[in-house]
């Protein structure tokens, strides 16, 4: 039996997709084959990847100035790819460190081009968002790269930052959970393993201008305008995931876009950060507005029930509530596919557990 799955990624996926999927996985579209062995440059196979492309461009009103790319490598690649194509724009690269993730692109980019560091909040254990306001842009950088979504701190930027330079985000754990405005961002890119579909796929939206001034002496391989010139098919794209997301982007669309998702989840987040802001046995302690939508993170006052509260959880058929290793504590991950239903199931959980314990 299914369970209302909490994990942040690989994540839940919305159960009548699985089912659409499994419906025609033995043969796709009279095809006489599989969606997963009809080679990716067949008339059946280009149709499904521009039909998934075009709705996600739909989906987010992605403008023409933009191009959209499905790419392999999750958002972990991406942390070498920005800089490998857009060092040659400037003396350096700024980047915001407001959790482990934005850390870690930070990391990996120093390796490749010098980084300044143009905000931390790392001595504080990443328990604030570092404001836009304090974060030292450097003059002559390439680009200014963040993570407006946290996925293990649980910590969010909600207000899009504004700045005069390139603009780029990973967002991996918040994509297509509410309306954006694409043209504020010169790059976007999203693993999509946690709001999108199976893992395997990088999503990457990337202004077309900006694109052009990559690095040209780069591989193939690594360069966005030859992976642009290529439809995404520079070499075998993942198909499946490709295919898979497009299902999903159909539903998404059919349940009323991004609009009802935003709504949705705002109402999901906030009624469970209620009940754990009302409770003396359970702790958030991030600031009201810069708590995640999508990561839950909380703790239990008492740790040592920790084991118990995953065990009895996992029992009533709550899945993987467990926080990040290097953070601990829970995280409930509530991305789209997470019902309304599963979060009212999780606060009844929540509050049997403290009345037994607390
Ligand atoms: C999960 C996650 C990643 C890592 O994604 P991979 O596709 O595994 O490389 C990077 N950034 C954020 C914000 C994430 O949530």
Known sequence: MRGWNFSAGPAAIPQEVIKEVQEELLEYNSSGASIIEIGHRTDIYSQVAEESK??????????????????????????????????????????????????????????????????????????????????????????????????????????????????????????LSQPLDVSKFDLIYAGAQKNIGPAGLTIVIISKELMEKGDSSLPKILRYSEHSKANSMLNT??????????????????????DYFEALNKKKAEKLYDFIDSSDFYVNNLQKSQRSLMNVTFNLKNDDLNSSFLDESKANSLLNLKGHALVGGMRASIYNAMPEEGVTKLIQFMSEFESKYG
């Open 54 to 175: 075009n709705d996600l461009i739909e989906i987010l009103k992605i403008p023409n100035s933009h191009e959209v790319l499905f790419l392999q490598g999750g958002a972990t690649h991406q942390f070498s790819m920005i800089p490998l194509n857009f060092r040659n724009m400037g003396n350096n690269a700024d980047y915001v460190v407001s959790g482990t993730w934005s850390k870690k692109a930070a990391d990996e980019a120093s390796k490749l081009i010098d980084v300044n560091i143009s905000a931390s909040s790392e001595n504080m254990s990443f328990s604030v968002f570092p404001k836009c306001s304090d974060w030292d842009i450097s003059k002559h950088s390439s680009y200014v790269h963040y993570c407006p979504n946290e996925t293990i701190q649980g910590i969010a930027m909600h207000e899009i930052p504004k700045i005069d330079k390139p603009l780029m985000a990973d967002m991996t754990s918040v994509i």
């Open 237 to 258: 794209p993942p198909t499946f995931s490709w295919y898979f997301a497009g299902k999903v982007f159909k539903w998404i669309k059919r349940s009323g876009g991004l």
